[in-house]
């Protein structure tokens, strides 16, 4: 029973730890300031047209040796937005 005492904080700290981990490293925290550009550009699409051309917008600068540019579209397709 000792080992059940001492294990027990353990045990939750370790889970406290994950989650906070999950919630730091989360797509939607990432990639949040992509995510509010494409919503304004959407929100500002009046036609079907419009929101094609938000469709490849990419709403920040690519960085150095990324292989793709992250686009309003591949945010769509994520359920991002």
């Given at each position: ?26 797509p ?54």
């Open positions: 029973m000792t080992w059940l005492r001492r294990g027990l904080p353990i045990i939750g700290l370790g889970a406290v730890l994950a989650f906070a981990a999950w919630i730091w490293m989360s939607r925290r990432s990639n949040a300031g992509a995510i509010a550009r494409c919503r304004e550009a959407y929100g500002a699409a009046h036609t079907s047209t419009d929101s094609a051309r938000v469709d490849w917008l990419i709403p920040l600068p690519q960085n150095k040796g990324q292989m793709a540019p992250l686009s309003c579209r591949a945010l769509r397709d994520a359920k991002l937005l």
